[in-house]
């Protein structure tokens, strides 16, 4: 058996090392991209709550009527992003974003809708482990929890 020398040894941790900043950047990356949506659903505290009935749809955003909870002002036209859950006529509970007329869905399946990018990353971090890092069982729980994510958002939706 032939020993590797110490340009050998020091190629693979630099392949590792690359390989787990790819993985590191990605999740870094998943997480930033979800915590935008995210943050206004966790920490809704001294946000303005209340719903949305859609009255029209675009192409990328839906908007209507909205009604708040607490003694605040109705508004004539309050925009949420299209998804397939939301539909013409329908009535949502939703959170405004400070200072916008844009809302975000609440609830458990805007919490999980939230955390979708989060899950993609998730899968994608999977390959980069069990692939480029050959940690197997680490990257097959990186994708279940990926998968368990995007399959509970789907199933909230």
């Avoid at 032939?2 to 390989?19: P, Q, T």
Wanted: aromatic residues 6%; glycine residues 12%.
């Amino acid at each position: 058996m032939k020993k590797r020398n110490s340009s050998g040894r020091m190629l693979v941790h630099a392949r590792n090392a690359a390989m787990a900043l790819v993985a590191l950047l990605l999740l870094t990356a998943g997480f930033w991209s979800s915590w935008g949506t995210a943050q206004h659903i966790l920490l809704s505290k001294g946000r303005e709550h209340g719903t949305l009935t859609v009255a029209r749809c675009d192409e990328n955003v839906c908007t209507g009527p909205y009604s708040p909870q607490a003694p605040a002002t109705d508004r004539a036209d309050v925009t949420i992003e299209k998804t397939v859950a939301v539909q013409k006529g329908q009535t949502l509970a939703v959170v405004l974003k400070p200072g916008t007329a844009e809302a975000v869905r609440t609830g458990p399946a805007g919490g999980l809708h939230a955390w979708v990018p989060l899950g993609g990353a998730l899968l994608l971090a999977a390959l980069v482990i069990g692939g480029g890092l050959r940690l197997t069982r680490i990257a097959w729980g990186t994708a279940f929890a990926g998968g368990a994510l995007l399959m509970a958002s789907f199933l909230a939706l």
